[in-house]
């Protein structure tokens, strides 16, 4: 079996396994913080934007977003992201 029909049945675990995704950049500012992570095996990306208080300094809930490099598209799940890849490896 190539490579490729592997990953075409690839579950939704296996793919969390699979992706790897190493810290690259971060911010940190009064009113939040964003970091940047990416596995450039896989292509993807994943951005974490979490808001901060600026009277009381107190951290909010973070929302992570995973993208592919070179694509527009956002998506806001692993499941999202794990759906869209099977569907690249079809094309």
Do not use: C, Q
């Not at 951290?59 to 099977?86: A, C, K, P, Q």
Request: hydrophobic share 25%; net charge negative.
């Amino acid at each position: 079996m190539s490579m490729k029909n592997k990953e075409l049945g690839m579950t939704l675990d296996e793919f969390k396994k699979k992706l790897k995704l190493k810290y690259t950049f971060g911010i940190t500012g009064t009113n939040g913080a964003s970091r940047r992570y990416h596995d450039s095996e896989m292509n993807i990306g994943a951005e974490l934007h979490t808001p901060r208080n600026e009277e009381t300094t107190e951290w909010g809930v973070g929302e992570l977003t995973y993208y592919f490099e070179n694509d527009d598209r956002l998506f806001s799940t692993v499941e999202e992201i794990h759906e869209e890849y099977l569907k690249k490896l079809e094309e």
